[in-house]
């Protein structure tokens, strides 16, 4: 057997900066030590419960009825044949919504229920709450909605001078970026247009929770999400009820990767709760899912890059329209970044750049791992390859010349203070030994798999490169802070945070750090919830580890304080000569130690804390500003083997460098990269949202494929390039998004490589290849 | 509703009442019976989150209408530990070698990897693939799975 692949944290590491002053003791189990997941034990055994396993006396299924149009005025709903049904308990519109009818993340522009109008296929109309799953979605399909169906707008480039589709008008936001000496020009110019097609977050665990009202008029809502305390003050704002008397509990959550950042069922499910005085349940089935989250914008970019002719960049042109869907979601945010990022991690004396999310009739799109990074990774990676070309240079050492790094500025004005080794990642990655595949006559490892479609002998190979980058926190002059308590007890120490674990392993990391700071062994980790903690922020942005790590650490660190403060007095010498380490509280110079379970028994010790990162500022008119806080890279290269006849890929091996910061655990590192490097595979050649006049026509795994054990190849990592960040907790980055940014381009430049075509747009569907 | 019906689940004989006789065997088991591990990703037979052995055949539990299962012996996750607290050797695997991220296709693929190793004490690295391509996993890569399927096969290899 194989998969020796992975070569990884010992092997690979390269740490080029120090930075180990903050490590107390990390001890096995510690900051850095390859421990395992608390809830790595319950899940295999099934006994973990997510937002679709819970269950209460008496308790009521909801279900939704859903727009099947695009574009419809509602001229009229008859719920009569629904609310006649056996067992259906309510059945609500638009109008018992007692409180604000609409809400979002950054404009509450989008309908708990539709008022009179739905603008997409799959929005919201009616819910149903009855005493049996069949029952409710029965009762959903017998309402009868009378609609005056319209011509949707779905294209984001004539949406902007088409008539409005909603109040706030059709354009979410346009953004410039004018940066240098916009005259220059350079000796050697390269044109392009690429296209990336909307992609779904396709998480396991589908949307599901349990509301149960309260006498008193409260509810209480279990819940997968990527944020709870956003949550609560938008279902607070459309029940028109105080935050109070919202109470969010995080309930197990089967993955997220940005589509769990906005609401889905949070507002319905309380509305049926508080209605039928029930608990409530709703569980979305897959094809339900793909309609009720927001996916990938697709993109559509115009670049045109300027270089002297030794290679040097000289200016970046670019003009980014993003398709935002019916309504705002994050698409603000979204092309900021798409904006900002859009030249890669390359030095550029001048750029122009503009931006435009549109509203369409289209499902709306918002968050997904690599938030814009990604659709303009695809522009700026093809345009190096192209300008490489050109040049008749090497396309690695094109972007070796070109590498940002610390003490450069971005296109945004923007001086680099923190690490941003691209050069190091870029030569890691593309120096690193290329993996010796023989052609395999294996059928399972030929284009098109096991269905015997291709021979060995009607297969090319090629390889692709490609860097990217993305910032870290939310950007903007947004304070998205976090909040954590630790308490330490008879020698235990329990930590309390809203961060929501959606899989990444922040619970892993919460404890790894509680040990590290206090020396000790047990660490509980209290329920995610709004009640008695204050907001952790999203589990977005590649953000948790610095910010809720940071978090953790601070409260750990002023209950150490306080320990070391009481313990000193009693001793009559310095805090600064004593440590926790084992369980003990011991003097530095050998001569006395206590049990930190005899310290601390009784009432015990503890602190509540905000750990905020460093304010940035909102960008000019010109886009020029200190916009971001922090940034990490990566850099792929793709092997693949294609039938282009066929027009079928196999990819074969993915190499890897990644800017870390530093590695907290191994092997989480490890699991975020491969994920990461998954969904990037599935971009590149299989995943899309296919629409038809607004229509989904493939909201299904049979129809929506995303990549198997059979697609993805074993994957390398040649490096963790470590730089400790200044500022950050341990140094450490946030890791999750990088490895999503750039593998698309990767694989794409690959296929080009095998192919000689252009294919200007991602996925590459079969038909590109063979009739391109 | 169909006549109250009994299913031999994990060693254990539950009675099932009042079932819509729609239902399926998934449905049965997380809803009726309390079995919450068996998953519901996709409810149609695409993902295998909800695998099930019936009669020690791996089989989507989804697609099985519940009463047409009485009478077999039905193996879910919640029934396969043994070993080392309570986890078998596949369980214990995926727990070392970081094959668990959110963990929804966690118990489907220890029962796909259950029935693998029963068949094929010693698979390559494509068998293993072919045998868990329809194993849905949104978070790994499958790198960890990979790692892990090889480590159960080894240390079942070694087993007494």
Redesign the interface.
Known sequence: ???EA?NTAAGGSTATGTGTDTIVDAGTRGVGADV??P???P????????S??L?ADDFLWGHTLRSPHASALIRGIDIGPAVAMAGVYAVLLADDVPGCLTYGLEHGDQPALADGQVRYVGEPVALVAAD???IARRAAEAIVVDYEVSEPVTDAEAAPTAAPIHPDGNVFREIAIRHGDLDVAGEVVVEGVYEVGMQD??????ESGMALPDEDGSVELFVSTQWLHVDREQIAACLGIDEEKVRLTLA??????GAREDLSLQVHLCLLALHTGKPVKM?Y??DESFLGHVHRHPAKMWYRHHADRNGHLVKVEARIVLDGGAYASTSSAVIANASCFAAGPYKVPAAHITGLAARTNNPPCGAMRGFGAVQTCFGHESQMDKLAAALNMDPVELRLLNAIGPGDRLVTGQLITGTFPTAEVIRQCAYAPEPEIPLSD?R??LPGG?GRTTDAADTVRGTGFAVGFKNLMFSEGYDDYSSAACRVSDGVATITCACAE????FVTLAQQIARTELGVDEVILAPAQTATIGSAGSSSASRQTWMSGGAVQAACREVRAQILADVAAEWGVSPDGLVLRDGLVVSLDGQQEALLAQVTAGTGYEADVEYHHAPTEALDENGQGNAHVSFACAAHRATVDVDPDLGLVRVRDITTAQDVGRILNP??A??Q???????GLGLALMEEIVLDDGIVRNA???DYV?????D?P??TIAAFVEEPEPGAPYGAKGIGEPPTISSSAAIAAAVRAATGQALPRIPIRPADIALG | MPDPYSLRVNGVDCEVADSDIAESLLFVLRERLGLTGTKNACTEGECSSCAVLIDGVLTCSCLVLSATAAGQDITTVEGLGDGRDGLSVVQEAFVDEGAVQCGFCTPGLIVAVHDLLEANADPSDGDVREALSGNLCRCTGYGRILAAVNTAAEAKRSQP
Request: glycine share 18%.
């Open positions: 057997m194989t998969s992975v395992g997941r809830d790595g034990v899940k295999v055994q099934g006994r973990f419960a997510f679709s396993d269950w049996h799953p069949d977050q396709a998480f396991m665990g589908p197990g959550v089967g993955g997220a990767f569980v089935s897959r294996d399972r490892d096991s959606v899989g990444q392993g092997t989480q490890v699991g990269i491969e994920g990461g490097i998954a969904q299904s795994f049979t995303i990549p198997t054990t059979l993805m074993d994957v």
